[in-house]
């Protein structure tokens, strides 16, 4: 079987990014961006610095920020109803994880109106046409939703939430500035970078890993392990280490799919709203105990990566043990808590029930059961 790798047709990294949009837009004959973004950013002036270059380009655009931190099915209805209304032919999406999958799922709709039900998008949809010409600029160093296949959608109704995986989803460019990364708070720059780091070690130990993915996976861990407590603190050549680590990982995960550390933390963000950062730091180091023995040798170069010194002269149980005692460390050192205080032993069937059905577990590489996935919860209650 052949290995695929999809990634953006352009991408921009580095200080002062942004100022490539305007020329973007205008090659590519933009006459009305819809801005998809979140509340927050409008308040605090941080989308306006992308919508300001649009306002010295005269470039014309709406504004649409109807969207949650887990962004809902009616938020994407909402969004799509928005779009058509304003006679948008493209889409700027700034923001994290969220903003970007409401994006997607926007810009996949109005190109596909056969998926109008958002529930028909859930694990591979078969679309025929790519999504609406999209530039992504995210404001998290975590998701790397601007170069990913993948997004998710809350179901309120059900309490769950969905993955989907579409090659016509991936935004045409991506647009990585480190300053619009500026402005997050200590507790969402933790946990987004736990986050990163879960994709990365993830994608790295998933079946479907290969050397290209290794290759961007191990990369991402070394720099998240460098960078990620120094941008907890914000220092500016940290915060662009981060920005460019979360990528690399997406480049990786985003063409092998993840495990169930990412099935769990959907479950967590859907029944009690846990930040999905924080529900992946949660069950990182858990699930790679989980997951040890069947690993091969990838735990040592992680704890490698990490930053872990002799780990040639120790054993598989040593380096093992090396890595997962690094990934605790710097979730503990981020301020990430270890224990979720909502989860109840009586949610535990459905809770592992949704895990079970997630997109992300058969990607995991150890098999897993109802009844096991009941114990992984039990260890953050």
Not at 13 to 30: T, Y
Not at 89 to 100: F, H, L, N
Request: glycine share 8%.
């Amino acid at each position: 079987m052949a290995n695929r790798i999809i990634l953006n047709t352009q991408s921009f990294h580095g200080k002062g990014a942004i100022k490539e949009i305007v020329p973007i837009a205008q090659a590519k004959g933009f006459s009305h961006v819809f801005v998809c973004t979140d509340p927050d950013l409008l308040k605090f002036g941080v989308a306006q610095k992308v919508t300001d270059l649009l306002d010295e380009a005269g470039i014309a655009y709406t504004v649409y920020s109807g969207i949650k931190p887990n962004p809902t099915i009616e938020n994407v209805q909402e969004g799509v109803e928005a779009f058509k209304a304003c006679s948008a032919d493209s889409i700027i999406t700034i923001g994290g994880g969220s903003a970007m999958d409401t994006a997607k799922a926007i810009g996949i709709i109005i190109t596909n109106p056969d998926f109008a039900d958002v529930r028909s998008l859930e694990g591979v949809a078969p679309t025929k046409n790519h999504a609406v010409p999209t530039i992504a600029v995210p404001t998290t160093a975590g998701t790397a939703a601007e170069v990913t296949i993948n997004y998710v959608i809350t179901d309120v109704e059900k309490e769950r939430k969905f993955v989907c995986v579409d090659e016509h989803d991936i935004p045409e460019v991506a647009v990585i500035d480190p300053d619009m990364m500026s402005s997050m708070p200590k507790g969402l720059t933790a946990s987004t970078g736990m986050d990163a780091l879960t994709h990365a070690i993830e994608g790295y130990t998933t079946l479907a890993a290969w050397e290209m993915t290794d290759m961007f996976h191990l990369e991402a861990i070394r720099l998240i392990s460098k960078h990620l407590r120094g941008a907890v603190e914000n220092k500016p050549e940290d915060r662009e280490g981060m920005a460019l680590a979360q990528y690399i990982a997406g480049m990786g995960f985003s063409n092998v799919g993840l495990g169930i550390a990412h099935s769990i933390a959907h479950t967590l963000g859907a029944h009690y709203d846990t930040p999905h950062g924080v529900a992946c730091a949660m069950m990182l180091p858990i699930v790679m105990e989980y997951n040890q023995e069947y690993t091969g040798e990838k735990f040592r170069e992680i704890a490698r990566a990490m930053g872990v010194e002799g780990v040639d002269e120790m054993s598989q149980t040593e380096y093992r043990k090396a890595a997962i005692d690094a990934v605790r460390q710097l979730s503990v050192d981020v301020g990430i808590p270890t224990k979720n205080d909502k989860v109840r032993e009586e949610d535990l069937d459905i809770l592992a029930r949704d895990a079970y059905e997630d997109a992300c577990r058969p990607g995991n590489p150890r098999d897993t059961n109802i009844e096991e996935l009941k114990a992984l919860y039990r260890k953050i209650m």
